[in-house]
């Protein structure tokens, strides 16, 4: 937030430009490792800069040893260095999840219902990834909807009830009817 001249607004959309951008880190950096390309010098690179700017000093760090790993070539100790980073970064990345679920009003079950679409949605973004705790508060706000039609009533208490089990693939399914 200090980085930001204390401009919380510009710190949160920051954040949130992040985890859209690089929702898909892991999977675009192994393709462009596997190819062999000079992007994932780029990737690596635009990661330790954006981290530094959100204060994440442990991602910046991390991605800051994969990019001089890159750059030096140095293959021996690139796996250890691609592990951690994407240890760190999906830490950042579930804490910043945790995040939006605390702070964005829209998602706040006690004050205001949310439209089916937009809870199907949630779900399908909390059982992607895999956090028990995201799949609960989906579970919760799911009992607590009262937009859900009627013709899809016995479809959300599916829904539920394999959200309880954390069946993830049933509650896919499910998802996909409603």
Same mark, same amino acid.
């Given at each position: 937030l200090t980085r930001m001249g204390g401009r919380r607004e510009l710190y949160e959309k920051t954040l949130k430009s992040f985890m859209e951008e690089y929702k898909n880190f892991p999977q675009r950096l192994s393709?462009? /490792? *596997? *190819?062999?390309? *000079?992007d994932a010098y780029i990737l690596t690179h635009s990661l330790k800069n954006i981290a530094a700017s959100m204060g994440a000093e442990e991602l910046r760090h991390r991605a800051e040893l994969l990019e001089i790993s890159l750059k030096a070539e140095e293959f021996n100790i690139l796996e250890s260095h691609i592990s951690s980073l994407v240890a760190s970064f999906n830490q950042l990345m579930e804490y910043l999840h945790h995040w939006v679920w605390l702070v964005e009003p829209k998602v706040k079950t006690n004050q205001e219902n949310l439209s089916v679409d937009r809870l199907i949605e949630h779900t399908r973004e909390? /059982? @992607?990834?895999?956090?028990?705790? $995201?799949? &609960?508060?989906? $579970? !919760?706000?799911? *009992?607590?909807?009262? !937009?859900?039609? @009627?013709? &899809?009533?016995? /479809?959300?208490?599916k829904l539920i009830k394999a959200l309880k089990k954390y069946d993830y693939q049933e509650a896919r399914d499910l998802l996909e009817q409603l």
């Amino acid at each position: 937030l200090t980085r930001m001249g204390g401009r919380r607004e510009l710190y949160e959309k920051t954040l949130k430009s992040f985890m859209e951008e690089y929702k898909n880190f892991p999977q675009r950096l192994s393709i462009m /490792l *596997e *190819e062999e390309s *000079e992007d994932a010098y780029i990737l690596t690179h635009s990661l330790k800069n954006i981290a530094a700017s959100m204060g994440a000093e442990e991602l910046r760090h991390r991605a800051e040893l994969l990019e001089i790993s890159l750059k030096a070539e140095e293959f021996n100790i690139l796996e250890s260095h691609i592990s951690s980073l994407v240890a760190s970064f999906n830490q950042l990345m579930e804490y910043l999840h945790h995040w939006v679920w605390l702070v964005e009003p829209k998602v706040k079950t006690n004050q205001e219902n949310l439209s089916v679409d937009r809870l199907i949605e949630h779900t399908r973004e909390a /059982l @992607d990834s895999f956090t028990p705790r $995201r799949v &609960k508060i989906c $579970r !919760n706000q799911w *009992e607590q909807s009262c !937009n859900i039609p @009627d013709n &899809k009533q016995q /479809l959300a208490e599916k829904l539920i009830k394999a959200l309880k089990k954390y069946d993830y693939q049933e509650a896919r399914d499910l998802l996909e009817q409603l």
